[in-house]
T-cell receptor, first 114, second 109 residues
Framework: GDSVTQMEGPVTLSEEAFLTINCTYTATGYPSLFWYVQYPGEGLQLLLKATKADDKGSNKGFEATYRKETTSFHLEKGSVQVSDSAVYFC?????????????FGRGTSLIVHP | SQTIHQWPATLVQPVGSPLSLECTVEGTSNPNLYWYRQAAGRGLQLLFYSVGIGQISSEVPQNLSASRPQDRQFILSSKKLLLSDSGFYLCARQDYGYTFGSGTRLTVV
C-alpha cells in the first residue's frame, strides 16, 4: 500500500540555521504531495503542496520539490525562526482516481532555539 | 470558507463513561470527512472516514464509532471509554488538500 516515511525527530536547530526534513513516499500512480504543520496544541495546517513531478511548493519561506525519480518531497527552509518550532507532517493523496484517503508520515518535531 | 468546527477543545472523562465529539464543517456540500487520532509522540491514525450521509468506513477496529447524521456533521462516539482512548482527536475534510479542525484533547482517567 501507499506509505510516507519521514526522518526521525526531534530536529533541533539554532535560529537562522538551514532546515531540511526528509520525506520519501511509496505509491502506485502519481499522488499529490503535501506538507502540514502542527503548532503546539493545535490542529494541522496545510503548509505547501505539489501536484506533479518537478513542481515546487512554497509558503512562508519553506519549499519542497516533487522528485518523482527519487520519490521524495523534502522540506527546506533557508533560515529558521523560533516560531517555526512545530511538528511537520508529510502526506500524499490522490485527488483523482486511486484512494481518496490521505497517507501521512509519522511527523517530525522541529525545535528552534534562539 | 472551508472552516471546520470541533468541540469541545479539551475533555477529561472517567474510564467507562460515554463519549461524543462533534465536528461540523462549512463550505462545499457533500465533503469527504475524516476522524484522526494522534497519540502522544506519535503520528496520525485514521479512525473513520465518510463520503456521505450515513456512510461510514472504519479503518481501525476498536470501541469507537462514528456517525454522519447530516451532510456537514460528523460525530465520534464511544459507549465506554478506555484509558487507551486518550489522545488528540482531529476532524478533517478533503478539499484540494485536507483542512483540519483545531482538535479535541481527550484525557481518560
Amino acid at each position: 500500500g501507499d506509505s510516507v516515511t519521514q526522518m526521525e525527530g526531534p530536529v533541533t536547530l539554532s535560529e537562522e540555521a538551514f532546515l531540511t526534513i526528509n520525506c520519501t513516499y511509496t505509491a502506485t500512480g502519481y499522488p499529490s504531495l503535501f506538507w502540514y504543520v502542527q503548532y503546539p496544541g493545535e490542529g494541522l495546517q496545510l503548509l505547501l503542496k505539489a501536484t506533479k513531478a518537478d513542481d515546487k511548493g512554497s509558503n512562508k519561506g519553506f519549499e519542497a520539490t516533487y522528485r518523482k525519480e527519487t520519490t521524495s518531497f523534502h522540506l527546506e527552509k533557508g533560515s529558521v525562526q523560533v516560531s517555526d518550532s512545530a511538528v511537520y507532517f508529510c502526506a500524499l493523496s490522490f485527488t483523482s482516481g486511486g484512494s481518496y484517503i490521505p497517507t501521512f508520515g509519522r511527523g517530525t518535531s522541529l525545535i528552534v532555539h534562539p | 470558507s472551508q472552516t471546520i468546527h470541533q468541540w469541545p477543545a479539551t475533555l477529561v472523562q472517567p474510564v467507562g463513561s460515554p463519549l461524543s465529539l462533534e465536528c461540523t464543517v462549512e463550505g462545499t456540500s457533500n465533503p469527504n470527512l475524516y476522524w484522526y487520532r494522534q497519540a502522544a509522540g506519535r503520528g496520525l491514525q485514521l479512525l473513520f472516514y465518510s463520503v456521505g450521509i450515513g456512510q461510514i468506513s472504519s479503518e481501525v477496529p476498536q470501541n469507537l464509532s462514528a456517525s454522519r447524521p447530516q451532510d456537514r456533521q460528523f460525530i465520534l462516539s464511544s459507549k465506554k471509554l478506555l484509558l487507551s482512548d486518550s489522545g488528540f482527536y482531529l476532524c478533517a475534510r478533503q478539499d484540494y488538500g485536507y483542512t483540519f479542525g483545531s482538535g479535541t484533547r481527550l484525557t481518560v482517567v
